[in-house]
C-alpha cells in the first residue's frame, strides 16, 4: 500500500533554533507539494515540485524557508530559525504527474515553536 | 484567498441521516475535488469530478456539479460515526502550474 511519509510527525523547538522536515513521496510520483495548515489560515501552499525543480514557491517566506528535493526519494523543508508564528500542521503530498489530479497526503509534522 | 468556499462550516447529524456541503469557487475550473480529513490525519482524496460532468457517484458519496454556478455539492447518505471529519474541496484552476485550492474546510460530527 503506497503511501506518502513524513518525518517527524511531532517536533517541539525553540524560538530560534533550526527545523527540518522530510518527506518521502509515492515512488513514481513526479509532482511535490507542501503545505501548511493552521486554524486561522486553513491549507496554504507553500512550495511545490516537479521532476525535482521547483515549481512555485511564492507561498513560503523566504527569509527564514526554504524547499528542496536532494533526490526523487526526499523532499525536505527547513525553517531556519524557527519562530512561534511557524507552529503549524505541516503537510507533504505527491501527484503521479502533472498535479492537478489527485494529490496524496502524507501524515504530517505537527510543529510547535515555543 | 482560498478557491473553493465550503458551506456550512460546521455540521452535526445523527447516525443514518444524510450530510450536504457545498462548495463555491470564482473562477473556471478543469476539475472538481473532494478532500477528507480525519483529526491528527492527513487529507484523503474521495471524488474528482471534471468540469463536463454533472453528476458523480462513489459508495454513499455524491457529488454534483454545476458549472454556470460554479458551485459543487458533496452528499453523504446513511452517515456513520465513521464520517466524522472535515472535508475539503479543492479546484484546479485559477493559478495555472496545476496548483490545487483548497476550501477552509467543513466539519462534519455524526452522532452515533
Known amino acids: 500500500d503506497a503511501r506518502v511519509t513524513q518525518t517527524p510527525r511531532d517536533k517541539v523547538t525553540e524560538m530560534g533554533q533550526e527545523v527540518t522536515m522530510r518527506c518521502q513521496p509515492i515512488?513514481?510520483?513526479?509532482?511535490v507539494f507542501w503545505y501548511r495548515q493552521t486554524m486561522m489560515q486553513g491549507l496554504e501552499l507553500l512550495a511545490y515540485f516537479r521532476n525535482r525543480a521547483p515549481l512555485d514557491d511564492s507561498g513560503m517566506p523566504k527569509d527564514r524557508f526554504s524547499a528542496e528535493m536532494p533526490d526523487a526519494t526526499l523532499a525536505t523543508l527547513k525553517i531556519q530559525p524557527s519562530e512561534p508564528r511557524d507552529s503549524a500542521v505541516y503537510f507533504c503530498a505527491s501527484a503521479p504527474g502533472g498535479g492537478g489530479e489527485t494529490q496524496y497526503f502524507g501524515p504530517g509534522t505537527r510543529l510547535l515553536v515555543l | 484567498s482560498q478557491q473553493g468556499e465550503e458551506d456550512p462550516q460546521a455540521l452535526s447529524i445523527q447516525e443514518g441521516e444524510n450530510a450536504t456541503m457545498n462548495c463555491s469557487y470564482k473562477?473556471?475550473?478543469?476539475?472538481l475535488q473532494w478532500y477528507r480529513q480525519n483529526s491528527g490525519r492527513g487529507l484523503v482524496h474521495l471524488i474528482l469530478i471534471r468540469s463536463n460532468e454533472r453528476e458523480k457517484h462513489s459508495g454513499r458519496l455524491r457529488v454534483t456539479l454545476d458549472t454556470s454556478k460554479k458551485s459543487s455539492s458533496l452528499l453523504i447518505t446513511a452517515s456513520r460515526a465513521a464520517d466524522t471529519a472535515s472535508y475539503f474541496c479543492?479546484?484546479?484552476?485559477?493559478?495555472?502550474?496545476?496548483?490545487?485550492?483548497f476550501g477552509k474546510g467543513n466539519q462534519v460530527v455524526v452522532i452515533p
Open positions: 479543492a479546484t484546479d484552476a485559477g493559478y495555472g502550474n496545476n496548483r490545487l485550492a
Open positions: 515512488l513514481g510520483h513526479n509532482t
Open positions: 473562477t473556471s475550473i478543469n476539475n
